[in-house]
């Protein structure tokens, strides 16, 4: 047997040029992996590594997977799925079914799910590792994903994917089952004809785990008429065990209103389409309303917890620049009605807090602290005793009084306000943050449609707890 073509050269400075032979050409090629590093000569080395094919993608593996090593993992990556490509496929998947620890996993896996080889991922889909199986799921959520107004990739046998992933909603390692439940979500509409026949005919361990994906891909509307009334059934079902819990979004804004007359609270909110809820689903709707863009369409309202009533979503949020008026006027409408009424608004994550409260028809006090210049504009009243009471538990030189302090004074009160609005909802009546099962619970809770839902139409539904 003749031996392969001489490595005579590299277009690479202070590269050793040397006659082939098997260690010398490894040392050469280690060099290649190494000028990676090196920006000069970075282009170069991958012209080079992407010559020597598949040979070399041993020794980029080994980097790769060396956390002392000075090039950085996505130059390797890039390498193996970009230049080399499906070439590589055997390899690199055979090292991270042997992968010996958590982060050569996570390097190996990534490199592996950027290969872009559907048909060899769908192959993989039944291979006994884990994170093998967990990685091909991946891949093929990045190379077929229509989320987010991505196109359809022309050279996929969309249907033959999904017949592939759907056996995997049950699989045995759950990282595998939930990374396989959310690429479903994102390979369009063709996903729900064979989740509905796995409702209708099984296998029954799959059932439920359809069920959920079709609510994530279509809600409700992509569900049977029989699937609807199931889920309408366990509701009422769960109800009147149902315990109060925390009702905390990472922006959770809150109308608070004494009492519990929830149909009267329904009826001056003009909130129409109410349906049963529990407290975990009306959590799960504030929580996905409150993200990717505030939804004004649907509110929960919990029945009564401890003497009062709360409506929740960002259609509350009395210092939102699109809902800030009409909150202060159905504040002050519910005041009228019931004595009282306050509306809160609060980012758990740097997003600030704000609180509008009402007595007997009127504006007692409205206030935005959010590190934003424009927040002045929203300030109506005087500063609350409450709002006074914290500071000085705090330290702060009280809002509103005039000391000797200056800007330093006002420096303080800028850096607390912000976080305050769900200590005054406290102070003042009750906070969603402080619920739970020692919360004295009367009637039961409904999600419901806000006026908004009648111009700009029906809220888009989801896969929600229960």
């Known amino acids: 047997m003749k031996n392969p073509r001489p490595l005579t050269r590299l277009s690479l400075p202070g590269t050793i040029v040397s006659p082939w032979k098997p260690r010398v050409w490894e040392q050469t090629a280690a060099e290649v992996i190494k000028a990676l590093a090196d920006r000069d000569r970075q282009e170069a080395a991958r012209d080079r590594l992407a010559a020597l094919g598949p040979s070399v993608v041993r020794l980029l593996i080994g980097e790769l997977t060396d956390t002392a090593s000075p090039v950085p993992p996505w130059e390797i990556e890039w390498v193996l799925a970009k230049r080399i490509g499906p070439a590589a496929y055997d390899q690199v998947l055979g090292a991270l079914a042997a992968a010996p620890d958590e982060e050569s996993r996570r390097r190996l896996s990534r490199a592996f799910s950027s290969l872009g080889t559907v048909d060899r991922y769908i192959e993989a889909l039944s291979h006994p590792s884990a994170s093998v199986r967990q990685s091909a799921a991946f891949g093929i959520q990045s190379a077929c994903s229509v989320a987010y107004g991505r196109e359809p990739n022309p050279d996929v046998d969309y249907g033959r994917v999904i017949d592939a992933l759907i056996p995997l909603l049950a699989d045995p390692d759950q990282d595998v089952a939930q990374r396989v439940r959310w690429v479903l979500t994102m390979l369009g509409p063709g996903v729900v004809g064979p989740l509905r026949r796995v409702r209708s005919h099984g296998p029954g361990r799959l059932r439920a785990r359809a069920l959920s994906v079709l609510a994530a891909v279509g809600g409700e509307e992509a569900l049977s008429a029989a699937d609807r009334a ?237």
């Open 230 to 466: 199931a889920v309408e059934r366990l509701i009422r079902i769960k109800l009147p065990y149902d315990q109060a819990r925390p009702l905390d979004t990472c922006f959770t804004s809150w109308i608070t209103v004494p009492g519990g007359d929830q149909q009267g609270i329904v009826d001056v909110l003009d909130l129409f389409d109410a349906r049963p809820a529990t407290f975990a689903l009306g959590l799960s709707v504030g929580a996905h309303d409150s993200h990717d863009g505030a939804e004004y369409g649907r509110v929960y309202v919990t029945p009564e917890v401890d003497g009062w009533t709360l409506v929740l979503g960002p259609w509350c949020n009395p210092v939102d620049p699109e809902r800030a008026e009409d909150v202060l006027r159905v504040v002050t409408e519910l005041s009228r009605r019931y004595g009282h009424a306050q509306a809160y608004h609060f980012g758990e994550q740097g997003g600030g807090s704000g609180w509008l409260v009402a007595e007997h028809g009127n504006v007692v006090r409205r206030y935005r602290a959010s590190w934003d210049g424009d927040d002045a504009r929203y300030t109506l009243g005087e500063p609350l005793p409450e709002e006074r009471a914290v500071c000085i538990e705090e330290g702060v030189t009280p809002v509103g009084e005039d000391t000797t302090g200056g800007e330093e004074d006002d420096e303080e009160w800028a850096d607390l306000a912000p976080y305050l609005a769900t200590e005054l909802a406290r102070r003042l009546g009750v906070s969603p943050f402080g619920l739970g099962p020692d919360t004295t619970v009367r009637g039961a809770g409904i999600v419901a449609l806000t006026p908004y839902a009648r111009e700009h139409g029906r809220p888009s539904t989801g896969a929600y707890a229960i």
